[in-house]
């Protein structure tokens, strides 16, 4: 097939451009979230696109425009390109998707929404983005993307939106700081549904400053669950800069810690007991943990080094929400805490992989010695 020309479109307020990645078992729910879109549609102020790889809906992959309401009050959903059939977890994939995006589409301001199943950093082969067909993409992947695509410090993306499981951790927003401001995303596993697209839509057609946007989008997520009903959703919002402060601290935290094993193995497994854990109990709430070692610990200068972390932490953390019993203690930004050391062993390797634990090796440090 003839490579298509990106033909940029005036400038607006805003870009908001999805990649979808259905060639699973999320595939309706990729489709009912287009039709979302087309509920409220774009303005003069908003594009929205959006690329869609789906599991026997069409051949290939699609790239949509959803168009401003017609005179009847419908938007549309216009087909802009047909591709052929790609792995939506190649790097190569991401990469084209956001160059054809960010070319066609300039605005003041983009939304970019990586969507699917995610689980973090840590699994074998499906972190996010994976398709049944294909592969996924890590959190290195994804960097190297962005940066082919052109996204650098002086041209980040303004939000990026993991609508996708077990995603805002520490270690991945912190991961993505030099190409993106604000991360959007959940801490614990998300419904099928996803994001409300038609609120965020509409929330993007008001004038917005980022910040406001982004919670806006965190109090909806967590609006629409409570309305249904479904509980133990966790939605949040994190500067991505100002990750690195928290990192530094974590990283003091964790060479304290060292210093007090083996003998404090116990009450840190007391700790690790009892903490906010997630769908993978290997992850947990940051802040949630560092509250109960500054309580089971007595030394000072670790109850000092604790309370840094989360005022830090909390410096990071723009917008929070949580709903049901079972996330109660989510403040945010989750944190890789095995309690086993054969799951620690298993994903050493593409921990160290990180930025996080390139720079401030402390917590890692603590990690070794804590499972050695």
């Not at 499981?165 to 927003?173: F, T």
């Not at 009450?267 to 690790?272: D, M, N, T």
């Not at 050493?348 to 402390?362: D, E, I, P, S, V």
Request: net charge positive; with cysteine; aromatic share 8%.
């Amino acid at each position: 097939m003839p490579r298509t020309r990106a033909r940029s479109l005036p400038r607006r307020d805003w870009s908001f451009l999805a990649y979808i990645a259905g060639d699973n078992d999320l595939s309706d729910n990729g489709l009912e979230d287009i039709q979302e879109m087309c509920d409220i549609g774009s303005s003069r102020r908003l594009h929205a696109a959006v690329e869609i790889d789906t599991r026997g809906e069409h051949t290939g992959s699609i790239r949509y425009e959803i168009t401003e309401p017609d005179p009847t009050g419908v938007a549309h959903r216009t087909v802009i390109e047909r591709l052929p059939e790609r792995d939506t977890g190649a790097p190569e994939t991401l990469r084209a998707f956001l160059k054809w995006g960010l070319t066609r589409y300039p605005a003041r301001e983009r939304l970019v929404v990586v969507w699917n199943h995610g689980a973090g950093f840590r699994t074998v082969r499906r972190d996010i983005a994976y398709d049944d067909y294909g592969t996924s993409l890590d959190m290195p992947e994804i960097e190297r993307a962005m940066h082919a695509a052109g996204i650098r410090p002086s041209r980040r993306v303004t939000i990026l939106g993991f609508d996708a499981c077990l995603m805002n951790m520490l270690e991945v927003v912190h991961h993505l700081a030099d190409q993106v401001k604000i991360v959007v995303g959940s801490q614990q596993t998300e419904p099928g549904d996803g994001w409300p697209y038609d609120r965020v839509i509409e929330a993007m057609k008001k004038p917005k400053r980022p910040e406001a946007l982004a919670r806006s989008i965190v109090r909806t997520y967590i609006q629409d669950y409570r309305r249904r009903g479904d509980s133990n959703v966790t939605q949040s919002a994190v500067v991505a800069e100002r990750t690195e402060p928290a990192v530094a601290a974590l990283s003091d935290l964790g060479k304290a810690l060292v210093g007090i094993l083996p003998d404090g193995r116990g009450r840190l497994s007391g700790v690790r007991s009892k903490v906010q854990s997630y769908e993978f109990a290997d992850y947990v709430d940051l802040i949630h943990c560092v509250r109960l070692i500054r309580d089971a610990i007595t030394r000072r200068g670790i109850k000092g080094l604790a309370r840094r972390v989360e005022t830090k932490t909390r410096k990071a953390i723009l917008a929070n929400g949580w709903y049901g019993r079972g996330v109660s203690d989510s403040h945010g930004l989750s944190i890789w805490f095995p309690s086993d050391r054969r799951t620690y062993l298993d994903y050493r390797g593409k921990y160290l992989a990180l930025n996080f634990a390139r720079k401030h090796r402390g917590w890692i440090e603590f990690l070794d010695a804590f499972h050695a």
